[in-house]
């Protein structure tokens, strides 16, 4: 018998249909992930092209902010230290009255989803020296000693991965801001040599200056610190000191002085003493300011020379000092005893304190997590307890 041709033709027409949806199933399934795979790559683009052309200019800025903030909480220093010293200097307070903590942004500069890392820096206490020298000079026959101070300081060295790294320095009142290369003073310390202005009054022709230099030197453990986060720097009133208070009417007359500042910063000092001359309106055979040669290869030194002539006179010459203590408070606390440690004392001594009372007490007998108060039941000490006082006799 010949096969029904209509048959053979609707099978093989179903077939093809067949073929055609699993084909078209297939294909479209590998266009789907064809499509995953683009978008995937598109995505990784885009990310790749925003880390490198966009993410390096925002942490730039990023780390810009941070060091403006840092900065900051320098200047916040240094006006803590003015307001103490003078403070202190007024005499009407105890100097140990004056205490004040400035949060100090150590670092910073994170770019959230793209960058959340911080860059680092470093707060430095009393690690760099600073030294400065005032030697007056007297036009009688008695002698005046010259008087050197120790200041310090207190330095931070940013750490960036974009911004340029800086440097910020307090120094005997003065804030500097530097690099590798060179430094310049921002904020200026107080040192004045003032004209008096009451000599027109008397009309003569002499011209007296008024001097007042005010030393602050800082006091406490060199440490440093180096972080990504928020430390805190405590600053403490200790005392304040008139190192010389001359006028032209004493036995002894100032007839010039030297002021002279060891320093790895010479450059800001030098330019700041020529500045201070020239705003004063001084007459430049009046005064010199000069680098002194130096053994040291990291601290140099800088001269201010103040010699008036002709009918040009010291009225009256002020030097004083204040201490401040300045700490990194972090370490303030290192001798305290931590949570969740165990400590064993072998033995015990307090003074005014009758040390045969000292009881042990089992920690088993009472459930702390539930009872705010109440004392332990006494008990002898055992083997395999979680801990067990043995004096031995040893108490003093």
Sequence with gaps: ?????SITRKKTEKEKAGLFSRFSKSESAAATAVIAILLLGLAFTIISVVK???VPEWKNNAEQDHIHDTWNDIVDVKSKIDIISGLMESGNYYATDFSATVPFNIGGGEVSVFDSSKSDGKLEVNKERCKITIKPYSSTN????????ECDGISYFSDNSQYPDQIFRYENGALILADDKSSMMKRFPAFTIEENKTNGENKTNEV????AIHAVQLLGKPDSISSNTITPLQLTGDRAKTIYNIRSNDSIHINAFDLTIATKYPDAWFAYFKEIAQYEGL???DYNVEYLPSNSSVHSSVRFSFQPKNNKKIESFYVSKSVIHAEITPHKYENIMELNKWYNFNAASVTGVNLSQLEDYDYSKVNLSTQTSGKLSAYSP???TYYSYNLNNQLT
């Design 142 to 149: 008695l002698t005046v000693d010259p008087y050197a101070l």
């Design 283 to 285: 007459d430049e055979n």
């Design 382 to 384: 055992i083997a395999n």
């Design 1 to 5: 018998m010949t096969p029904d041709a």
């Design 208 to 211: 007296s200056y008024k001097v």
């Design 52 to 54: 490198l052309e966009y």
